[in-house]
């Protein structure tokens, strides 16, 4: 019984060794890889701080979303370039909203003056000037932007 085991494991080895004709269709086509998406300025973002939490239960709203809080240094930070504040919009926009809470984001052009907002969005006067933009996404869908929103 071990002998014939032995012979059928052997055929079967044999087998799965013999060349196997081919199926699949020749590439004819050159494929393409799509251009990554190109920023218009020179800003780097970069995320100081950010926040997620639920928010309570109230009468006009029975069923909370999160709010969501981000502090952004804006490494590159140029004023006249027109590009970065399309880019700071496109960077604010890309945080993650729900339907029934809210996300604010603050950025700042100076890294070692942007700051944490473990408290919420109360910090120190001393970060108000550095402060260039603010993006609001309200639970009712409207958004704004706003460029230096603490002058």
């Given at each position: ?28 086509e ?68 729900d ?22 969005l ?30």
């Amino acid at each position: 019984m071990k002998k014939l085991i032995l012979i059928f494991g052997i055929a079967t080895l044999v087998g799965c060794n013999q060349p196997q004709e081919s199926k699949s269709e020749p590439i004819t086509e050159t494929q393409t890889v799509p251009e990554p998406v190109q920023k218009k300025s020179s800003a780097n973002f970069i995320v100081v701080s950010e926040v997620h939490e639920p928010m309570g239960k109230s009468p006009g709203n029975p069923s909370p979303g999160h709010k969501n809080l981000y502090s952004i240094y804006v490494e590159n930070f140029k004023d006249k370039d027109k590009n970065v504040w399309d880019d700071m919009s496109a960077e604010a926009k890309s945080k993650p909203h729900d339907t029934n809470g809210f996300t604010v984001v603050f950025f700042f052009s100076n890294k070692a003056n942007t700051p944490s907002l473990n408290n919420g969005l109360e910090w120190a006067e001393k970060y108000d000037k550095y402060c260039v933009g603010g993006y609001w996404y309200y639970p009712n869908g409207s958004q704004e932007m706003k460029r230096y929103p603490m002058k």
